[in-house]
């Protein structure tokens, strides 16, 4: 589900970024970025949270249950909250003035966000139920994007079809998870316990934005529409690879590596050093494949328009092994171990990292500054992270 999540976006791309152009793929790019930042607000870390409350507890109906209304009157809440933000974003921040239907675009997304059950399903592993569904959506998503969407002045138009479709198959999956495992929203309790479980996790995905998502939203206090445009392009190539590379390992063995690290300290152990290894040699192959081929991967995804951006592909060709290893020891590591608490202090200091670097280094450098900031703070996670880890797990061999 991750890669069709992903893959059909990346092959839209070519038709993208040739229909809207540099200026206009910049606006709706700059758009999603920041609207971004909310849909992290609105998830909350339940896609690692829940998924981990609700592996540890299935066989339970009335704790299923009782999760379940939690985690949708919480994002509730915060869908509301995210809507009254993108109001003040409109009115007030001078990038998003004269763009408000974009913007309201954009954030009309986060409906599709709360009320997709995704951490439902890969609590209960059974993510098959959505692949197929997954499929239809994203190509019916795509074929309306190719068909539709044919000059800059479509970008709104864009928008919007990217928002409907993801608001439609999260109303299926919603009514579906509701029928297959009986839920009861009415019948359930508030669970506290859920939020708090949630919290660290929210902070810590949060602070992870500010990584490459806040070099973006800085870029475009200093860098024109067209630059705007080429260095989006660049990030989007980037993305697509460490959304290929990370989040369907990550969400395949998360529910796993928790019950391994529950049963067996020391198979646990060695299960990570395979999968840190495995993440070396993919992120050196992805990485290699980046650098070699940067020339011809932009002309064939973004087009001749971009092709500045080829030297930004290149700077950032190790950033996929990078955050792959990042997100492995968090995730694998911390979140398995059920450590999440740890996280949000090493997040935000790598987020912090970020912010200073960006800030430091983009009025003269810009797209090269963040992307410069974005190596750091990654560096500076994954060194704080292993630190981490390797003390927890001489801790458990050497008690005192």
Sequence with gaps: MQVVNYLIPVVLIPFVTRALGTEAFGKVCYAQNIVSYLTLLVNFGFDYAATRDIATRRQNKQAVNDIFRTVMQTKALLLGLSLLATAGICLWYAPAQGEAQLYIWASLLNIGFALFPTWLYQGMEEMGRLSLLNV????????????????????VLYAAILTLCNIGIACVAFMDALRHYGIRIREGRFDGA??????????????????????????????????????????????????FLCFPLTTALFPRMSSIYAQSRSQYRRYMVWLIAGCVAVG????????????????????????????????????????????????????GMQRAELTPLIAIAAGATSVAVNCLLVPEMQAYGCITAWYAAQIAELTLTGSVILYLLYRQTHPQ
């Design 136 to 155: 239809i959506a994203k190509a019916v998503g795509a074929a309306l994007i190719i068909g539709l969407v044919r000059t800059a002045d479509d970008y």
């Design 284 to 335: 050196l192959v992805g990485g290699g494949v980046l650098w070699l081929g940067a020339d011809m991967i932009v002309q064939l995804l973004l087009g001749s328009a971009f092709a500045p951006a080829a030297a930004q592909v290149r700077a950032m060709a190790w950033l996929p092994l990078c955050v792959l290893l990042c997100t492995t020891v968090t995730v694998q590591g911390l979140y």
């Design 194 to 243: 859920v939020v708090r479980h949630a919290a660290p996790v929210a902070v810590t995905l949060l602070a992870g934005a500010l990584y490459g998502a806040f070099g973006l939203t800085i870029a475009g206090w200093y860098i024109d529409a067209d630059g705007l445009g080429i260095y989006a392009g660049s990030q989007k190539i980037i993305q697509a690879c460490i959304i």
